[in-house]
């Protein structure tokens, strides 16, 4: 077990720092795919509670007078109008 040639060493150098490279590139995608896709998350809607808007009103003016007790002469004048 002697000591290593100098051509030996300098391509096991050459061998590591390449592959450390291609880790360090391997490692940067991957971080960057983990950030990327975690910004996109969202919350489920079966979470979120349904936003709906009810309204009601009271057409008034379906009433013949305009009123529910209107008297027979303003009955008789909204329906001639």
């Known amino acids: ?3 290593k040639s100098k051509f030996a060493r300098h391509h096991q150098s050459a061998l590591l ?3 450390m490279a291609k880790l360090r ?3 940067l995608v991957v971080l960057l795919a983990i950030s990327g896709n975690s910004g996109a998350q969202t919350t489920s ?3 979120a509670p349904p936003q709906t808007v009810r309204v009601a009103f009271w057409n008034i003016q379906w ?3 305009r009123h529910p007790n209107a008297s027979v002469a303003s009955e008789r004048s909204q329906i001639a109008s």
């Open 1 to 3: 077990m002697g000591r």
């Open 45 to 47: 809607p079966s979470v």
């Open 63 to 65: 009433f013949p007078g």
């Open 25 to 27: 590139w391997i490692v």
């Open 17 to 19: 720092s390449g592959l």
